[in-house]
């Protein structure tokens, strides 16, 4: 059975850091595409950033471009998101997820399979 663990959510102040992690267990698949979805109250869910095996197929949402930088250590099948300089908008439920195949062009919540428990960043103004 698949297992995504996140981890590093918090409240920090606007222009502050945190990062994310997301372990995967329960699986060994020789392509795989990793990311992050947000949802605030209220709004749509959001596709933040995913990569693919290898770092092949990278993808960010043009609100977190130049802020945020998605990686990944096979070694510990965990990825990464360090998100710096955060605003307020960022705001949100941060869900880990995963799929054992390459990144979609423009990924959709449909074309995960499995997804993390969840993980809220707060940034305060």
């Known amino acids: 059975q698949v297992q995504l663990v996140e981890s590093g959510g918090g409240s920090v102040q606007a222009g502050g850091s945190l990062r994310l992690s997301c372990t995967a267990g329960g699986y060994t698949y020789s392509s795989v595409c990793e990311g992050w979805f947000r949802q605030a109250p209220g709004k749509e869910r959001e596709g933040v950033a995913f990569?693919?095996?290898?770092?092949?197929?990278?993808y960010y949402a043009d609100s977190v471009k130049g802020r945020f930088t998605i990686s990944q250590d096979n070694t510990k099948n965990t990825a990464y998101l360090q998100m710096n300089s955060l605003k307020p908008e960022d705001t949100a439920m941060y869900y880990c997820?995963?799929?054992?195949?390459?990144?979609?062009?423009?990924?959709?919540?449909?074309?995960?399979?499995?997804w993390g428990q969840g993980t809220q960043v707060t940034v305060s103004s």
């Open positions: 997820v995963a799929r054992p195949l390459r990144c979609p062009r423009i990924p959709g919540s449909a074309d995960f399979a499995h």
């Open positions: 990569i693919g095996t290898e770092g092949v197929g990278t």
